[in-house]
């Protein structure tokens, strides 16, 4: 029964993953951003959905699990809310893949570089879930929480990625703006 109730979680969640309506929400959020190119706009979301995951593993790791106390259901329900960014994630990351062709270098490099943490940021998060199902009385072990941690630092690499990517492009932007304003010729 407990493994059912959280089959139907990651079930429920899929389904809200690939709706329409989220898919739709995300499209329109790169469409705000008119001076952003798409794949600019996509980094920014995964660098937003990197951040709920952080956030969720740091709930994770800060949990106190007694060995009597059936804290497995709040954990089912936080690791179902982590699953969901990072599927997002998953297809936020093909999208980039599928433009990669027309970006420009320093996007192609990001986008290179996002890739392992991304696929280890899911197999992390996966194993997570696979032990939840399995030891719902152990969450106090250590695997769990190695997993949970592996989890905020696979979150925290892409969080800290994206903003330094970020922080390039603003300063390149602010370069080309000074040598304008000076009059420079590059």
Known sequence: MKHEYLKLALTVGLIFVFSPAALARSASACKSARTATEASCLLTR??????????????????DHNAWDNFWQYDASTLQRAWTDVNQMDHTLYRLRTLQAT???????????????????????????????????????????????????????????????????LERVRARELKSDLGVVS
């Open 103 to 169: 970006c420009s270098t320093s996007e192609k490099r990001a986008i290179n570089l996002l890739v392992p943490s991304v696929v280890e940021l899911n197999d992390t998060t996966q194993s997570a879930i696979n032990y939840l199902n399995q030891n719902h009385l152990a969450l106090m072990f250590p695997a769990y929480k190695q997993d949970a941690q592996v989890m905020y630092s696979k979150a925290n690499r892409v969080v800290t990625f994206v903003k330094e990517y970020q922080d390039y492009v």
């Open 46 to 63: 995964m660098k937003d959905q990197a951040m709920r995951v952080r956030q969720v593993s740091d709930k994770l790791i800060g949990q």
